[in-house]
């Protein structure tokens, strides 16, 4: 049923989604804390 063109779709959208979820709670994590966004001595 799925053509290859979908699958290949599915993967990156997932691969983007799983990035963009890694950067938002890693920013709430650093708000939260109050450290900078890049370069904090947090994590």
């Known amino acids: 049923m799925f053509t290859k063109k979908r699958i290949i779709i ?18 709430i994590i650093n708000f939260l804390v109050g450290g900078t966004l890049f370069g904090g001595n947090f994590l």
């Open 10 to 27: 599915l993967i990156i959208v997932a691969l983007i989604g799983i990035i963009l979820g890694r950067l938002v709670i890693r920013a």
